[in-house]
């Protein structure tokens, strides 16, 4: 058992079993660590462990513990120049090594380098909790940038089409009066507003999880509007402002029909008369993600797209099941809703959210669906 990802998840166990509490922020720290350090020596491995799992000098010890049932390769003290009082017991040290799963002296450090590469290749419904949380590094490196409009203000531009009549009487003072150089401006922009809307019901619960942590590390790019829907509509954007890991678990508490049913019609046609018609979907870019099963009926999902159709400026609807090949939205709510989209992608992994990012970021809107990914 080799892979970064896995190992981070199950030492983190191991460490819990023994009462530290160990978390996937810890976890993901670790892995950070190692992936920069890329220890060659069990030193090196205890010092990425010790600078990142623990946090009070009483659970040195117990991380000494656990990391010599797991790693082997001497005693940790020694690595500090001190021992602990406590050593680890027959009994322990097998309990410690069966939580992992397998002996640590079996692990080939270094292989740790491609965990990243691994899990960006590994479907969001295939990752465990720890392993999602790994890629939180790496969801940052994304930016989500909308397409620009004009705004009502202007500014100063020698190129501009249009005269600025007042700025130009204003200077005009400077040369008693005559106008000597007239004011030229144009519109200024500004990027177009991003509303998600976020299906949390059962058959989306993994990949929503993972289009969450992607808004929350990602979302400098953009200030989105993040709602999610099962049986109910939830406005989460103020939770989504919070650390990833406080943020999913905020979400879970503001979202109580998390794993519940669909009813993707009815919580459209609140989104629209509670916020979008009001201008919060008025020309902007609107991003639905959703594997399309409605449980109610599908016409009225079919009228609230088209409401929603001409509100926006780009309708992208995320389905992980359209990276199927031989995927056809043939029946039930896709096909009542694939004529009101702009794009249709998968962002199923990691390496495929940039058609995702490509599809919010398209500065021309056509409504004939594309299918990215």
């Not at 009462?19 to 069990?42: E, I, W, Y």
């Not at 200024?188 to 942590?213: F, N, Y």
């Not at 919580?267 to 979008?276: D, H, N, R």
């Not at 929603?308 to 896709?334: D, E, I, K």
């Amino acid at each position: 058992m080799s892979d970064l990802a896995v190992l981070a998840a199950r030492f983190g166990e191991a460490l819990r079993a023994q009462g530290v509490a160990v978390g996937a922020d810890r976890s993901a720290r670790f892995t950070q660590a190692v992936l920069l350090v890329r220890p060659r020596t069990n030193d090196e491995l205890y010092r990425c462990a010790l600078a990142t799992l623990v946090s009070t000098p009483d659970q040195i010890v117990v991380l000494d513990r656990v990391f010599a049932a797991v790693f082997g390769g001497g005693d940790p003290a020694d690595f500090r120049g001190d021992r602990p009082d406590e050593t680890l017991a027959a009994g322990e040290t097998r309990q410690v090594t069966e939580s992992i799963g397998e002996s640590g002296r079996k692990i080939e450090l270094p292989t740790f380098g491609s965990a990243a590469e691994h899990l960006a290749t590994r479907d969001f419904a295939d990752l465990e909790p720890g392993e999602l949380a790994l890629l939180r590094e790496l969801m940052r490196r994304f930016r989500i940038a909308t397409p620009s409009r004009r705004s009502r203000r202007k500014r100063v531009a020698p190129g501009g089409r249009r005269v600025d009549l007042r700025e130009t009487l204003r200077r005009a003072r400077r040369s008693g009066g005559e106008p000597v150089r007239l004011r030229r401006w144009v519109p200024r922009e500004k990027p177009r507003k991003l509303v998600v809307l976020c299906d949390i019901s059962g058959s989306m619960e993994a990949h929503a999880r993972a289009m969450l942590q992607l808004l929350v590390c990602a979302r400098l790019g953009a200030r989105a509007e993040v709602f999610t829907f099962a049986t109910r509509l939830t406005r989460l954007t103020k939770v989504l402002t919070a650390d990833p890991a406080r943020a999913m678990r905020e979400a879970g508490e503001q979202a109580p029909d998390w794993s519940g049913g669909t009813r993707i019609g009815v919580a459209l046609k609140e989104f629209i008369e509670s916020y979008g018609a009001r201008g919060m979907a008025r020309g902007a870019v609107v991003v639905i993600i959703s594997d399309g099963w409605e449980t109610g009926g599908t016409e009225l999902l079919a009228g609230q797209m088209a409401r929603l159709s001409r509100l926006a400026f780009r309708v992208v609807w995320v389905n992980p099941r359209t990276a199927q090949p031989a995927y056809r939205p043939l029946v039930g709510g896709m096909a009542a809703v694939w004529p009101y989209c702009d794009f249709v992608v998968s962002a199923h992994r990691l390496d495929a959210l940039d058609e995702l990012l490509d599809a919010v970021g398209w500065a021309r809107s056509h409504r004939h669906p594309s299918i990215l990914g």
